[in-house]
């Protein structure tokens, strides 16, 4: 089974919906009671007791949310203000019910906003956003528009439930108008839109108790959950305690050219840490100054050219790869080209590898099947061309996987790995961390020392990806 939650469109939320109903045998009201008990949990442990907190409730099942989430927070003592902002609609059926069952509450303190120009938040309060879902079909328009905004002027934290208000499901234009939440908690899936990288979004999926087994996808999320987790670990390389160190596998890299010598160390490091039986670096002499820290690595000095070719016995190596410190030159576009031809085994490629493969694309078509590319967003733009956004740029990722049969990881805060199957496996450990100089070699490095040991690109890619998010690769 594939690792991760399924990413689901608005159509497919609501097929699980009334799934789960028929099979539970619920009424719809019941399934919000336990779907909003589920955020109400999640939020306590975000905003501290006694806060202030202001509930924005709109005119459809999403406001419904809300109204009921501000039932649950106003009897466990927080200070509450709800608005149900209708401005001229007509409240749906779900909340009309909320509305009539809540009137007597008064500690909600309801007010009913149908003007702009009448809405207006407490000084000092936390605000959740409940005006729309996943329903919208179109961009937020006129008063709704300018509400928007005059929330996002509050400066005030905000939470989201299920989608930021006036985003689309798959929508990638940042010029919408909608929330800017610092926190999403999102219903049961991830929504395509929240891993777009113009969005700018950080979410959290609540499990609902909502079914999505029946339900199929192409897509999916590898989230820092304990499930999730579990899952990932499954499928690290097994380690069996009766082994020795050719049991896990013989890692080459090649890099770390003059000035660079640094990328290639990182990766090496990493290689070795993440279980590799041995490790080796092709690199220049002067390189041996940044690996003779490592003893655990072996170095073979050569020129990264076509004078080290007889220096690499191709069969001893079940694990390649090729490229931080690499350096950019026709001698290391010759040599690259010559290693191409040389491996037969998947290879990975990354860094400099992929410079000299966007100024040379017909190498990509002698990249050996199932091999693994890494590139950050420039580098993707200089492989394949500019994308629109993160939709096009995933169709685009999936397109070239399947016809190059390779796996790209494309780096991103929500990194994706398109696979030649199709599949597009999103992850979600990515954090500010990563964002310096060496990650990238690091995960290249990873990458490859697992590789080394189960031979499966998808699974070391996936698990390289997840656990340097998560900074914990525990083989």
């Given at each position: 089974?594939?690792?991760?939650?399924?990413?689901?469109?608005?159509?497919?939320?609501?097929?699980?919906?009334?799934?789960t109903?028929?099979?539970?045998?619920?009424?719809?009201?019941?399934l919000?009671?336990?779907?909003?008990?589920?955020i109400?949990?999640?939020?306590?442990?975000?905003?501290?007791?006694?806060?202030?907190?202001?509930?924005?409730c709109?005119?459809?099942?999403?406001?419904?949310d809300?109204?009921?989430?501000?039932?649950?927070?106003?009897?466990?003592?927080?200070?509450?203000?709800?608005?149900?902002?209708?401005?001229?609609k007509?409240?749906?059926?779900?909340?009309?019910?909320?509305?009539?069952?809540?009137?007597q509450?008064?500690?909600?303190?309801?007010?009913?906003?149908?003007?702009?120009?009448?809405?207006?938040?407490?000084e000092?309060?936390?605000?959740?956003d409940a005006?729309?879902g996943?329903?919208?079909?179109?961009?937020?328009?006129?008063?709704?528009?300018?509400?928007?905004?005059?929330i996002?002027?509050?400066?005030?934290?905000?939470?989201?439930i299920?989608?930021?208000?006036?985003?689309l499901?798959?929508?990638?234009?940042?010029?919408?108008?909608?929330?800017?939440?610092?926190?999403?908690?999102?219903?049961?899936s991830?929504?395509?839109?929240?891993?777009?990288?113009?969005?700018?979004?950080?979410?959290?999926?609540?499990?609902?108790?909502?079914?999505?087994?029946?339900?199929?996808t192409?897509?999916?999320?590898?989230?820092?959950?304990?499930?999730?987790?579990?899952?990932?670990?499954?499928?690290?390389?097994?380690?069996p305690?009766?082994?020795?160190?050719?049991?896990?596998?013989?890692?080459?890299?090649?890099?770390?050219?003059?000035?660079?010598?640094?990328a290639?160390?990182?990766?090496?490091?990493?290689c070795?840490?993440?279980g590799?039986?041995?490790?080796?670096v092709?690199?220049?002499?002067?390189?041996?100054?940044?690996?003779?820290?490592?003893?655990?690595?072996m170095?073979?000095?050569?020129?990264?050219d076509k004078?080290?070719?007889?220096?690499i016995?191709?069969?001893?190596?079940?694990?390649?790869?090729?490229?931080?410190?690499?350096?950019?030159?026709l001698?290391?576009t010759?040599?690259?080209?010559?290693?191409?031809?040389?491996?037969?085994?998947?290879l990975?490629?990354?860094?400099?590898?992929l410079?000299?493969?966007?100024e040379?694309?017909?190498?990509?078509a002698?990249?050996?099947?199932n091999?693994?590319?890494t590139?950050?967003?420039?580098?993707?733009?200089?492989?394949?061309?500019p994308?629109?956004?993160?939709?096009?740029k995933?169709?685009?990722?999936?397109?070239?996987?399947?016809e190059?049969?390779?796996?790209?990881?494309?780096?991103?805060?929500?990194?994706?790995?398109?696979?030649?199957?199709?599949?597009?496996?999103?992850?979600?450990t990515?954090?500010?961390?990563?964002a310096?100089?060496?990650?990238?070699d690091?995960?290249?490095g990873?990458?490859?020392?697992?590789?080394?040991?189960?031979?499966n690109?998808?699974?070391?890619?996936?698990?390289?990806?997840?656990?340097?998010?998560?900074?914990?690769?525990?083989?």
């Open positions: 089974m594939d690792p991760g939650l399924k990413i689901l469109t608005f159509a497919d939320n609501k097929a699980c919906d009334t799934r109903l028929k099979k539970e045998k619920m009424h719809p009201h019941d919000m009671d336990r779907a909003v008990f589920r109400f949990q999640q939020l306590q442990t975000m905003i501290p007791e006694k806060s202030n907190i202001s509930i924005l709109g005119p459809g099942d999403n406001g419904a809300g109204l009921c989430l501000s039932s649950m927070l106003t009897a466990r003592g927080y200070s509450i203000g709800t608005l149900i902002i209708l401005l001229g007509k409240p749906s059926p779900a909340l009309s019910f909320r509305m009539d069952l809540y009137a509450q008064k500690d909600m303190n309801v007010q009913v906003v149908n003007s702009v120009e009448l809405f207006s938040l407490r000092n309060t936390w605000v959740i005006l729309f996943t329903g919208l079909t179109r961009p937020l328009q006129n008063e709704w528009e300018s509400l928007v905004n005059k996002n002027d509050s400066a005030y934290k905000i939470i989201s299920d989608m930021p208000s006036g985003l499901g798959e929508s990638c234009d940042e010029n919408m108008p909608f929330i800017k939440s610092e926190k999403v908690l999102t219903i049961q991830p929504k395509p839109a929240l891993l777009y990288p113009e969005n700018k979004i950080d979410f959290d999926v609540v499990d609902c108790g909502i079914s999505t087994k029946m339900t199929n192409n897509r999916l999320y590898l989230d820092s959950g304990s499930a999730i987790s579990e899952q990932m670990k499954n499928i690290l390389p097994k380690r305690r009766h082994s020795h160190k050719g049991t896990f596998g013989h890692t080459l890299l090649i890099g770390g050219n003059t000035g660079m010598h640094g290639i160390s990182m990766a090496a490091r990493a070795y840490e993440a590799s039986g041995l490790t080796s092709l690199s220049p002499d002067s390189c041996i100054t940044y690996l003779a820290a490592q003893p655990g690595i170095h073979i000095p050569g020129l990264l004078s080290s070719l007889p220096k016995n191709a069969e001893k190596f079940s694990s390649v790869a090729i490229g931080p410190g690499l350096g950019k030159n001698a290391t010759d040599f690259l080209g010559d290693l191409l031809d040389m491996f037969q085994i998947p990975i490629l990354d860094a400099d590898a410079n000299i493969l966007s040379n694309t017909g190498m990509l002698r990249l050996p099947e091999s693994l590319i590139p950050h967003p420039a580098e993707f733009k200089r492989l394949f061309g994308t629109k956004n993160g939709r096009d995933e169709l685009l990722a999936s397109e070239k996987s399947n190059l049969d390779i796996y790209i990881l494309a780096k991103d805060t929500y990194s994706f790995l398109a696979c030649p199957d199709g599949k597009i496996f999103y992850n979600g990515g954090n500010s961390g990563l310096r100089g060496g990650s990238g690091k995960l290249t990873t990458i490859a020392g697992l590789f080394a040991q189960n031979q690109m998808r699974d070391a890619a996936l698990a390289g990806m997840y656990f340097s998010g998560a900074g914990n690769v525990v083989i």
